[in-house]
Every structure is written in structure tokens, then in C-alpha cells.
């Protein structure tokens, strides 16, 4: 990759002593300026690899380019075009938040007079702006996630490594970061390598996602191109009297296939070109009255347990939409040996 804020690895490992493969063989290729999502559970190898392309962690095998230099043997090159907030932020409880901004702009060679303006810049950004003064050590886990993710951007980097930066935040803080990295690709060509566990994060924010399971890249694609892999949105119908699921079930049936539903519903595989109005004609032409109607889009939820065979840890923590149904996973299962 010739592109100075891009990433490349092939054959990625990492193995650790009388451990498993961590990391098992992995290629990416990131282009510049784009949000590229590491989707997977706790264990699957998402840490390991960024602490790898963030030259933290030598790989067993394989290599890898980030910013043009080879993590190994240009490592000095690759941590100065890179900024990095990682699980663990390393920060002093007794220095402020902007005595923080301070010191790193320091050890990025900042000049002393824009030192100070970087830092309040960023402060303000993150939220942080009326706790500039106020010691570290009194924040709460998620001021220090905000802290942590400004410090990374002190030195204006080509390539920015953020390892599940939301964890521990509130809905607000986290949409504000959400617009954040959203700013810095679009506006700045950042490039971000964004780790995650959060469905809804990934599918908001990437514009390609990596899924990592077992320390091996099991699908990649934009998120529109891999739930368009499961396949088709399935309906759900939960009739008004609980007698008629033979006769919902024989209506439905004319639209889709069956799939696994909740006891007292009926779900079917839809999208054979029916409108769901012809569904709600058809129901009504048949005396059933109905009690719910549930149209499920796939979800990336979906897309893992396609391609891993369980859900993503974390999965009930999204939208009401993307939480598990029934219908969801089957078609997920389907899509699995599809």
C-alpha cells in the first residue's frame, strides 16, 4: 500500500507462551481515511492485534505496513503518524486534565505557544473544557476514556488506533465521540481503526467491518453488504386469538418461508416482492385478526452468529430493533450454511 495513512498486514500471529494463537493469520488492508470497525467478544484477538500495529507487541509471524513503515523495523516511524487510546489509559492521578494535554503535546515536540491551544481545543472537544483544572485522579471512567482519546489526538495524526474507546460511557458522551471520529475522518482524512464490541457503534460509524473470532478474520465487508448476505427480513405475527396460529401460519405461508418464531407467533422468511400491505389484504381477507406485526431487518448481530454460530456479547445493549428475536436467528443460521 503506497498511501501514507493506510494499513496492511498479511499473515498477522501472535502466540503467546503456553497459550493459544491470539492472532491466527490475519490480513487487513485499510484504506486512508476510512472508520475500518474490528468487530468481536472479549478474547477474540481484537487487542492484540491493534497492540501489534501499534508496534506494542511483536508479531510471531507475518507483517504489517501502518502509515508506510514496517512495524518492526520502523517502529519510531510508525508511532509518530500514529495516535493510540487503548483499554488502559496510563494516566496520572495527581495531573490535570489539561497539565495532561500539556505534558503530551510536550512529548510530541509541540511549540510551546501552540501547546496550550491544541490542549484547549481538544478539552473542549472531548467535554472536557470545565474539568480542565480539576485532578485526573476524581474523574470518573468515562471523563478518563474522553481524556484518553484527546490525548491521541494531541500530535494531529495520520492514523488513529482506538480500542473500544466507548466502553464505560454514557449515550451522550458516546454519540458525541461517535460525532468526533466521524469529523476526523471525513474532515481531516484520519484514518481509524476502531475495535469494538458495541453492534450499533460499528454498524453507525465503519465504513468496512472486520469480524474476529478466535483470532481469525470470519467475514469483512461494508455493514450493508454483510447483512444483505443473511438474506431477506423476516415478519413476525402474533394473532389476536391464540387459536389462529394454523390459519395465520397458512396465510403467512403464501409470502415466505417458515422460520422459527416465538411460542403464540408465526414467522416467516419475507421479501419475495409482496408489499406487507398484500400481507395485512390477505390476513383481513381470511377473518385473522392480529395482535402484532414485527418486520426484522438482519442486523450484525445476525451477520456474527452467522459466521461464528452465537451472538455477540454485548448484542442486547443496542437498539430495541437489534436485540435477539427468534426469526433473526434462524435466518442468521440459514445464512450460516448458505
Not at 459466521?307 to 436485540?323: F, I
Request: a negative charge; proline letters at 4%; glycine letters at 14%.
Amino acid at each position: 500500500m503506497s498511501e501514507t495513512n493506510g494499513i496492511e498486514a498479511r499473515g498477522l500471529v501472535r502466540v503467546f507462551k503456553k497459550g493459544p494463537r491470539a492472532v491466527d493469520g490475519i490480513d487487513l488492508d485499510v484504506a486512508p481515511g476510512e472508520i475500518y470497525g474490528f468487530l468481536g467478544p472479549n478474547g477474540a484477538g481484537k487487542s492484540t492485534t491493534v497492540l501489534m500495529l501499534t508496534t506494542l507487541l511483536p508479531p510471531t509471524e507475518g507483517t504489517a505496513r501502518v502509515a508506510g513503515h514496517d512495524i518492526v523495523r520502523e517502529g519510531p516511524a510508525v508511532r509518530a503518524a500514529i495516535g493510540a487510546a487503548l483499554q488502559e489509559a496510563a494516566l496520572d492521578p495527581y495531573l490535570t486534565g489539561r497539565e495532561h494535554m500539556r505534558l503530551q503535546a510536550g512529548l510530541h515536540g509541540l511549540p510551546r505557544e501552540e501547546r496550550e491551544r491544541r490542549g484547549n481545543e481538544l478539552l473542549e472537544r472531548v467535554g472536557l473544557a470545565q474539568a480542565a483544572d480539576r485532578k485526573v485522579g476524581g474523574y470518573s471512567g468515562g471523563m478518563k476514556r474522553r481524556l484518553d482519546v484527546g490525548l491521541a489526538l494531541v500530535h494531529r495524526p495520520r492514523i488513529i488506533f482506538l480500542d473500544e474507546p466507548t466502553t464505560g460511557l454514557d449515550i451522550q458522551s458516546r454519540t458525541a465521540l461517535w460525532e468526533e471520529v466521524g469529523r476526523l475522518s471525513r474532515e481531516d482524512g484520519v484514518t481509524v481503526f476502531l475495535t469494538t464490541q458495541y453492534l450499533e457503534e460499528a454498524d453507525a460509524l465503519a465504513d468496512r467491518v472486520g469480524i474476529i473470532d478466535h483470532g481469525r478474520l470470519v467475514a469483512e465487508g461494508t455493514p450493508a453488504d454483510l447483512k444483505a448476505e443473511i438474506g431477506r427480513s423476516a415478519i413476525e405475527v402474533v394473532p389476536a386469538e391464540a387459536g389462529d396460529c394454523d390459519r395465520l401460519s397458512a396465510v403467512l405461508g403464501r409470502f415466505g418461508e417458515s422460520v422459527g418464531a416465538p411460542s403464540g407467533s408465526v414467522a416467516v422468511r419475507f421479501g419475495n416482492g409482496d408489499d406487507l400491505a398484500d400481507v395485512i389484504r390477505a390476513l383481513d381477507a381470511e377473518g385473522v385478526r392480529i395482535a402484532k406485526l414485527t418486520v426484522h431487518e438482519p442486523t450484525l448481530d445476525d451477520v456474527f452468529l452467522a459466521k461464528t454460530g452465537y451472538s455477540l456479547e454485548g448484542a442486547g445493549e443496542d437498539t430495541g430493533e437489534q436485540s435477539a428475536v427468534a426469526p433473526s436467528a434462524e435466518l442468521a443460521r440459514e445464512g450460516a450454511g448458505a
